[in-house]
């Protein structure tokens, strides 16, 4: 997995390339939490465009990053999912509390 990170202003943003499971997860941890160190950083954009899986340890590191930015004052939103992220995060019941005022209790299109 390679992460991306580009801050603009109070914003940064963390493009995610390849798999979040059991031995990248902590790639993504860190970089958030890397992001919130910096005082002028409030929310955190993560960008699941070429993110091809993610498992429950992902799925944890995620729950873990949301509640540390919360923490800050900030928010935590997540883009691109592709249609693999969105079904595991619905299976999981995550969708919403991930996806910020997403309906988790609707199923994700085909």
Same mark, same amino acid.
């Given at each position: 997995?390679?992460?991306?990170?580009?801050?603009?202003? #109070?914003?940064? =943003?963390?493009?995610? @390339?390849?798999?979040?499971? /059991?031995?990248?997860?902590? %790639?993504? !941890?860190?970089?958030?939490?890397?992001?919130?160190?910096?005082?002028?950083?409030?929310?955190?954009?993560?960008?699941?465009?070429?993110?091809?899986?993610?498992?429950?340890?992902?799925?944890?590191?995620?729950? #873990?990053?949301? =509640?540390?930015?919360? @923490?800050?004052?900030?928010? /935590?939103?997540?883009?691109? %999912?592709? !249609?693999?992220?969105?079904?595991?995060?619905?299976?999981?019941?995550?969708?919403?509390?991930?996806?910020?005022?997403?309906?988790?209790?609707?199923?994700?299109?085909?």
């Amino acid at each position: 997995m390679t992460v991306d990170t580009m801050q603009v202003g #109070a914003v940064t =943003r963390i493009r995610l @390339v390849g798999e979040m499971d /059991l031995a990248t997860s902590g %790639l993504v !941890h860190d970089a958030v939490i890397a992001a919130l160190a910096r005082d002028s950083v409030h929310d955190v954009i993560l960008d699941f465009a070429d993110l091809t899986f993610i498992d429950s340890t992902g799925m944890g590191t995620l729950v #873990a990053c949301q =509640r540390a930015v919360t @923490v800050r004052g900030g928010t /935590l939103r997540l883009e691109h %999912l592709a !249609h693999f992220v969105r079904r595991q995060l619905f299976a999981a019941g995550l969708l919403g509390l991930l996806c910020g005022g997403e309906d988790d209790q609707a199923a994700p299109s085909n």
